[in-house]
């Protein structure tokens, strides 16, 4: 005949603890991998955006909202310069407008948000990228837009800008190019032709992407964004 003796509550508890806790990671991994398994790229590179938003959150809060700039007069002519780095930020609205009964309340809308970058060096564009989010405002998955490998057109000559000293709100400049464009990392067109420019006192950046080159992605709207820093040499 056995006799059971039953555990004491010293002994009991520390080890249900123990495998209760193991079991719960173990159990919450297993999710975790199967859900990011299952879902498409798409997925993936927004967790990836909204980790880079996050992380430069305290960066972008110190920005202001307006073109900061810095001129090196020595180099130059009369505050016209042909060397120089601008960095900015794309907040967007792209609107599918309907053919008929046209309401801007029920319109499907996308928020566009990210950052971009430009380069010049002597009147040439050594680097232009744009990296940006687009969010409908539906509710529905989002998908991202990179615009890499920017060409300008030779024939349009060296591009010059004007610095904000000149108290001229209608300073600009303009960029004609081709370039390729991203959606979730994978290029979706290449060689398309697309037009930048910085205007209002260097204070506003609008990329207009050509809608035969992109298949009307872009809904024959620009993308705008703000200057948050120019640098003048």
Do not use: C
Not at 16 to 29: D, N
Not at 100 to 125: E, P, R
Not at 140 to 161: L, R
């Amino acid at each position: 005949m056995f006799t059971t003796r039953a555990l004491s509550s010293s002994s009991f508890n520390p080890i249900t603890k123990v495998i209760t806790t193991i079991f719960l990671v173990l159990s919450l991994s297993i999710v975790t991998f199967a859900m990011i398994s299952s879902n498409s790229g798409g997925y993936e590179s927004s967790f990836v955006v909204f980790a880079q938003m996050e992380k430069d959150k305290d960066t972008n809060q110190k920005m202001n909202l307006h073109t900061q700039s810095v001129i090196n007069n020595s180099s130059s002519n009369n505050n016209r310069s042909t060397t120089f780095s601008a960095i900015g930020t794309i907040s967007s609205l792209v609107i599918t407008v309907p053919e008929d009964k046209f309401n801007i309340t029920n319109a499907f809308k996308v928020i566009l948000t990210g950052d971009w970058i430009l380069n010049v060096h002597n009147g040439t564009v050594t680097n232009f990228e744009a990296n940006f989010l687009a969010s409908p405002m539906d509710g529905s998955m989002g998908h991202i837009h990179q615009i890499t490998n920017f060409s300008a057109n030779e024939d349009d000559g060296s591009v010059i800008i004007l610095s904000t000293s000149d108290n001229n709100s209608n300073n600009s400049l303009s960029i004609n190019g081709t370039t390729d464009i991203k959606i979730n990392g994978i290029t979706i067109w290449n060689d398309a032709e697309v037009s930048i420019t910085i205007s209002k006192g260097n204070n506003i950046i609008t990329i207009d992407p050509d809608d035969k080159d992109t298949g009307n992605h872009f809904g024959n709207q620009q993308v705008y964004g703000i200057v948050n820093r120019l640098i003048v040499t």
